[in-house]
Each structure stands twice: as structure tokens, then as C-alpha cells.
């Protein structure tokens, strides 16, 4: 029996390697085609939503609210923000913490994303790094400067999810990070803290016109 050359061995490796890795090319451009869709909708969607006039406030800030739960990871990023202080909370501090944090991003960005109703909304790039999927963009307002936002995307189990997003190279994610951990150190540790100083936030908004 004729024993293979070791030529062979490297080239049937080879041309399993170039598979794989046009395999592997193939899988990255769609799941960056599809973050791109996935962002598109969300500024389509939010946009049509406030331009109907037809619409009470309270019910173009429900529908926004459904747009935000659709489209972002809200209670991964919300577990993320607080960090170690998550582990150390209780169950029924958890649940309250989650919902309050919701009604805050919600009041906090439904009157932020209404100012670019009319604005045009354009996809500059995408790329992967790492696990997630980096989509930039720009939003051209007529009565302003462009605004540059990066919306970072995780894609699992076959859905997209939004997990920060940056406006001028500023991190979303790490600033409520920042901002709330400040906060809980500030009152001993408390998380029930931070829940208060959330619901007087969320009231002052809504005061806002």
C-alpha cells in the first residue's frame, strides 16, 4: 500500500481552510446585512411613529416604549449598569430596579429621538468585533450639525439587540454606568437608592414640555 505524500495532506487541509473561511466571510456579511436592517428599522419605525400627528403623547411614548423593548437589551444593559451591585441586591429590588430603569430610558430618550423626526438617517458602515456587530451612522438634521451615533448589536439565537450605542465616541452603556454607580455609592450601597433618585428623574421629565 502506496503511503500519501505529505503534499497532499497540505493541500486537502488547505482547501478545507479556504471553505471555512469563505464559509465563515459569507456568515459575517450576512449577519452584518441583517444588524444594518435591524437598525434601519428602528429609526424608520421610530420616526414614523412621532410624525403621527393623530397620535396622544402618551400613546406615541407607549409606542415608543414597545420600540425600545423590541429593539434593546434593557435588562442585560440594566444588570451591566449596576454592576457588582446587582449580585448584592434582592430579588424584589431587582424587579422594581428593572422596571424603573425602563420607565427611565423610555421618559429620558422618547423626547431626544423626537427632535430627529425629520432628520435623514444614514448607515455609514458596519463591522464585527469580537461578539458584536458595530453600526455607524449619521443623523442630518437641517437646523444642526450631523450627529455621529455607533450602535453596538449582539446577535443570539437569531435576534438582534441593541447593547450601548455611542453619540460623538460617548458610550451610552458607561455613562448610566457611571452615573449610577455614583449614585448607589453615594447612599451606602443601597440600590433602593438609586430607585428613588430613578423616580424622581422619571417625574421631573415628565414635568418637561
Known amino acids: 500500500m502506496k503511503h500519501q505524500k505529505p503534499g497532499f495532506y497540505v493541500v486537502v487541509v488547505g482547501l478545507c481552510l479556504l471553505v471555512y473561511a469563505h464559509v465563515s466571510v459569507a456568515h459575517a456579511n450576512k449577519i452584518s446585512a441583517g444588524a444594518e436592517i435591524f437598525?434601519?428599522?428602528?429609526?424608520?419605525?421610530?420616526?414614523?411613529?412621532?410624525?403621527?400627528?393623530?397620535?396622544?403623547?402618551?400613546?406615541?411614548?407607549?409606542k415608543f416604549r414597545k420600540i425600545?423593548?423590541?429593539?434593546?437589551?434593557?435588562?442585560?444593559?440594566?444588570?451591566?449598569?449596576i454592576g457588582r451591585y446587582w449580585r448584592k441586591s434582592s430579588d424584589n429590588e431587582r424587579i422594581k430596579y428593572l422596571h424603573v430603569f425602563e420607565n427611565f430610558i423610555v421618559e429620558n430618550y422618547a423626547k431626544r429621538f423626537k427632535n430627529y423626526t425629520k432628520a435623514e438617517f444614514k448607515i455609514i458602515k458596519t463591522e464585527i468585533r469580537g461578539n458584536s456587530i458595530f453600526v455607524s451612522s449619521a443623523i442630518n438634521a437641517s437646523e444642526s450639525d450631523p450627529v455621529n451615533i455607533v450602535w453596538r448589536?449582539?446577535?443570539?439565537?437569531?435576534?438582534?439587540?441593541?447593547?450601548?450605542?455611542?453619540?460623538?465616541?460617548?458610550?451610552?452603556?458607561?455613562?448610566?454606568?457611571?452615573?449610577?454607580?455614583?449614585?448607589?455609592?453615594?447612599?451606602?450601597?443601597?440600590?433602593?437608592?438609586?430607585?428613588?433618585?430613578?423616580?424622581?428623574?422619571?417625574?421631573?421629565?415628565?414635568?418637561?414640555?
Open 68 to 81: 425600545m423593548v423590541g429593539h434593546f437589551d434593557l435588562k442585560g444593559v440594566g444588570k451591566w449598569v
Open 153 to 209: 448589536v449582539n446577535y443570539k439565537d437569531g435576534e438582534y439587540k441593541i447593547i450601548d450605542f455611542l453619540i460623538e465616541g460617548v458610550s451610552w452603556a458607561r455613562t448610566q454606568r457611571s452615573e449610577f454607580a455614583s449614585v448607589i455609592r453615594n447612599n451606602g450601597g443601597k440600590v433602593s437608592a438609586l430607585i428613588i433618585a430613578l423616580n424622581k428623574k422619571i417625574t421631573y421629565l415628565q414635568s418637561q414640555k
Open 39 to 62: 437598525i434601519k428599522t428602528l429609526a424608520t419605525t421610530t420616526q414614523n411613529t412621532f410624525l403621527n400627528k393623530n397620535l396622544a403623547p402618551s400613546v406615541h411614548k407607549e
